[in-house]
């Protein structure tokens, strides 16, 4: 996570303190009280969710709930048991886990545990009038759209997540539902006005989720600031944040995080290249004009 330099050394110095803390504390299992925290760093409840969710954008519960979900993912690696991962890494059932699975994993504990083995993701490949476009798909959405230069890279990047997962091609005849996604990609590339509200199989801190829900309800043609993002999911600070959200993100398009720009209106960063964010963005303003 990256922090929001402008809330103060001061400010940043304790939250890293609670940081560490909830980091060394995290398997314990139980509830991390506001007030336990802030007896570390003399401050009240309320000010201490106030202050870190000032530096980080995120509240303590929610850090603490990462670093539990991080826990579990290397405890999964070395597990026979996802029942003794779930207890090993501070969660008090698996249900808590459960809860977490869609936005965290975006994949089972189990099948997390094993790094995709025996998970199926299909992609094809397009060229665009935008470059090289690789989409990847399990079977419940979109995992993987990514533009590039290569395929091999653009494959490469795919497998890095999912190193023991089934990866493979897919003829768009052989799927009525991959055709579908894959025409509807070159049809909004083409300038046309699509839906591509498509399912995503997409991996995320709650955060991150709140960040790319909000983007997908950003108006086709229009575009917000880093600002206004943090602003309308409720964490006004929360600006880097954002950006940060913004350049993790995998899904391209589907998730527009090119639809962001800085606060002085420049383009501000993307991971696929400036040129395509302005072109992208100057497509989507001819299609509605």
């Given at each position: 996570m990256q922090l929001n330099r402008s809330a103060g050394e001061p400010a940043i110095q304790k939250v890293?303190?609670?940081?560490?803390?909830?980091?060394?504390?995290s398997a314990s299992g139980g509830s991390l009280t506001l007030e336990t925290l802030g007896d570390l760093v003399n401050l009240s409840p309320f000010h201490l969710q106030r202050t870190f969710k000032a530096v980080l954008g995120v509240s303590p519960k929610q850090?603490?709930?990462?670093?539990r979900m991080q826990s579990f993912k290397k405890q999964l690696r070395k597990r026979d048991s996802v029942t003794d991962a779930v207890y090993e890494s501070g969660f008090g059932s698996s249900s808590r886990v459960y809860e977490r699975v869609n936005d965290r994993l975006g994949m089972t504990p189990a099948e997390y545990r094993a790094r995709g083995q025996g998970v199926a993701i299909s992609y094809a490949a397009a060229e665009t009038q935008f470059g090289l476009l690789v989409m990847g798909a399990t079977d419940r959405g979109l995992c993987f759209l990514q533009f590039g230069d290569s395929r091999e890279a653009l494959l490469a990047e795919l497998r890095r997540e999912y190193p023991r997962a089934i990866v493979e091609e897919t003829k768009q005849s052989e799927s009525a539902e991959f055709s579908q996604w894959m025409e509807s990609l070159a049809r909004y590339l083409r300038g046309e006005r699509v839906s591509l509200d498509l399912p995503l199989d997409v991996r995320a801190t709650a955060f991150q989720m709140k960040v790319w829900r909000y983007l997908?309800?950003?108006?086709?043609?229009?575009?917000?600031?880093?600002?206004?993002v943090?602003?309308?999911?409720?964490q006004p600070k929360a600006a880097r944040a954002v950006g940060h959200a913004c350049a993790v993100n995998q899904v391209a398009i589907v998730i527009p995080c090119h639809r962001v720009i800085r606060g002085d209106r420049g383009l501000g960063g993307y991971r696929w290249g400036l040129d395509r964010k302005r072109s992208l963005i100057a497509l989507e303003?001819?299609?509605?004009?």
């Open positions: 890293r303190q609670i940081c560490d803390y909830l980091r060394a504390h850090y603490l709930d990462a670093c997908q309800s950003i108006p086709e043609g229009e575009v917000r600031t880093y600002s206004e943090a602003a309308a999911i409720g303003s001819r299609a509605i004009d």
